[in-house]
């Protein structure tokens, strides 16, 4: 799904004003906003097709898509919250996404219950936090990764349970401690004084620093908490998944990401969400469901397939924007006896009439939708933030791809000319179009250009924080860039006793095992699939010799 907004117009009678969206002008979609599309003014069903078997299947699914008015934006209970996408529940939030009872949350995905921070991804609970990575029920913690139940902290890595640490790596039920180094309280409090965060320049060598420390430290070969037989990452309170990534709370479920909370016997899903069962192919799939094959945005819906932006329906077939609906094909309504017989005819021309799209293949029954029947382009949709492509790479794979629009404005400030301390930025800076440190040049969505709107400077100031150098966009990158690949490799635990090392084109890195595991002096003989590449500069170990050094 795209999650970019740009102003379009709005389509629904009698209304032609601006409206944030999803959809840009030129895409073939004709847009209502959230309040008209959600209303009882109009009826999807008026847009039926009535089923027509010596046509294409997807073709005619195609022509009901462009025809049905699409919503803007997928933000729903939003208050002062106009630019969420895959929303519900915002309150006083900016550029945010795939997002949940946030509030006061600035240029973030992937984020739940959780307020008064900014640019964090993959993160619940979290309070007065800032650029966070895979973390839960922490407050105030900056720049770190991988953290559960952790205050008023800085730089870290895998920890559980800590307070008043700055760079530290690993550490479970610890205070005051700096580069995994112990302090009493009042040294802690003297000493942390020399990292002034509020510094750019110091915070850019503060990050170099953490990053070669990190290294130091072995990491277990996946992330994980309370799981049994799982294979992927970033995965917990799961069991009995393979390929499983960013899922809490699944069970016997195959290749899904970003999900959980209830999610059973489900495979190949994105966006799984709570309470949902027999899922196959779907994208956000919302709370509550059933045997929902091939469809995008449906909730609280079972027995639905190829379908998209439904809800709170059942037994529905090639539907667009229903609401409430049984027996329909194509938005048009059966009785129970004709959709039965219908949809076999239909799965059956599919097989026997199948889709080719231009690159030459082929969409029977069975396959999620050919990706030519997308209103959006490629590097419009996160597919480029998973498995980045050039422009040219996009074309030969046969998808299309949005060209940068002229942009009408004046880079008023450089990233080099902006303040180094955030306690000289006066509010002039509200009104400065800043230049990208990127200008463009990376394939990271960059938009060249940035402004601080007045939410944002009263949270650097607060906290203490330098105005960034990069647009949002590209920050977004720079976060995902912490995270593995959706992506295993069969390795074995990189323990060898008393000394591990890992070695590179750069360096070597050796780590001294604090404690006698169980293989000894030997190299340990587990192997296991990880997200961590063999040529990654990391020490990876098993769940048995991490535990041996970490918990």
């Known amino acids: 799904m795209n999650e970019f907004y740009i102003k379009n117009k709005c389509r629904a009678p009698g209304h032609q004003e601006d409206v944030i969206s999803i959809y840009h002008p030129g895409a073939d979609a004709k847009i209502y906003d959230q309040k008209y599309w959600w209303s009882d003014q109009w009826d999807p069903i008026q847009f039926g097709l009535k089923y027509e078997p010596q046509k294409l299947f997807f073709i005619q699914f195609g022509e009901l898509l462009k025809n049905t008015p699409a919503i803007a934006l997928f933000n729903t209970n939003a208050v002062n919250s106009d630019y969420a996408n895959h929303a519900e529940d915002s309150k006083n939030s900016f550029l945010i996404s795939a997002a949940w009872r946030s509030e006061n949350i600035l240029y973030s995905n992937r984020v739940a219950s959780s307020k008064d921070s900014a640019d964090l991804y993959l993160v619940d609970h979290l309070d007065l936090s800032y650029e966070t990575v895979n973390s839960g029920t922490s407050y105030k913690i900056l720049f770190s990764f991988g953290c559960e139940d952790c205050s008023n902290s800085a730089f870290l890595f895998d920890c559980r349970n800590c307070s008043d640490c700055f760079g530290c790596t690993g550490l479970r039920n610890k205070s005051y401690y700096i580069f995994n180094k112990p302090y009493s309280k009042e040294d802690y ?32 070969y996946m992330y994980s908490f309370k799981i049994v037989d799982v294979v992927g990452d970033i995965v917990g309170n799961t069991k009995n998944c393979y390929q499983c990534f960013d899922v809490v709370g699944g069970e016997d479920s195959k290749y899904a990401v970003w999900g959980g909370m209830g999610m059973k016997d489900s495979y190949d899903g994105y966006g799984v969400g709570g309470g949902v069962d027999l899922l196959y192919e779907s994208v956000d799939s919302g709370i509550s469901g059933s045997r929902v094959k091939f469809t995008i945005v449906v909730y609280r819906s079972h027995d639905v397939e190829y379908s998209f932006n439904c809800h709170n329906s059942n037994n529905l ?3 667009v924007g229903l609401r409430n609906k049984s027996y329909c094909i194509l938005n048009r309504q059966y009785s129970k006896e004709d959709y039965e017989k219908l949809i076999s005819q239909i799965i059956e021309h599919m097989n026997s009439m199948p889709y080719t799209d231009s690159k030459g293949r ?20 996160i597919a480029q933030e998973y498995f980045p492509l050039t422009k040219e790479e996009a074309i030969a794979q046969g998808y299309t791809w949005k060209e940068d629009e002229k942009r009408e404005y004046t880079i008023n400030l450089t990233p080099e000319s902006l303040p180094d301390h955030i306690k000289d930025v006066d509010d002039s800076i509200l009104t400065q179009n800043i230049g990208c440190s990127h200008q463009g040049t990376c394939n990271e969505q960059c938009t060249s250009a940035f402004r601080i709107i007045p939410q944002e400077l009263e949270f ?8 960034p150098r990069l647009c949002p966009n590209c920050r977004h990158y720079s976060r995902l860039k912490q995270r593995n690949p959706l992506k295993l490799w069969k390795r074995r635990c990189m323990c060898n006793g008393k000394e591990s090392r890992s070695q590179n084109q750069e360096s070597i890195i050796i780590y001294q095992n604090q404690t006698t595991h169980f293989h000894s002096d030997q190299s340990c003989p587990n192997e296991f699939e990880t997200s961590y590449s063999p040529e990654r500069k990391e020490i990876i170990y098993c769940e048995s010799c991490y535990n041996s050094e970490i918990v």
């Open 189 to 220: 409090k003297k000493a942390i004084k020399n990292f002034d965060l509020g510094s750019y320049k110091k915070l850019t060598e503060l990050k170099e620093t953490y990053g070669q420390t990190i290294l130091n430290f072995p990491r277990k």
């Open 317 to 319: 077939f090639g539907c």
């Open 460 to 467: 650097y100031r607060k906290m203490n924080l330098p105005l």
């Open 362 to 381: 082929i969409y029977r029954y069975g396959e999620f939708f050919p990706p030519e029947l997308s209103p959006f382009s490629y590097n419009e949709t």
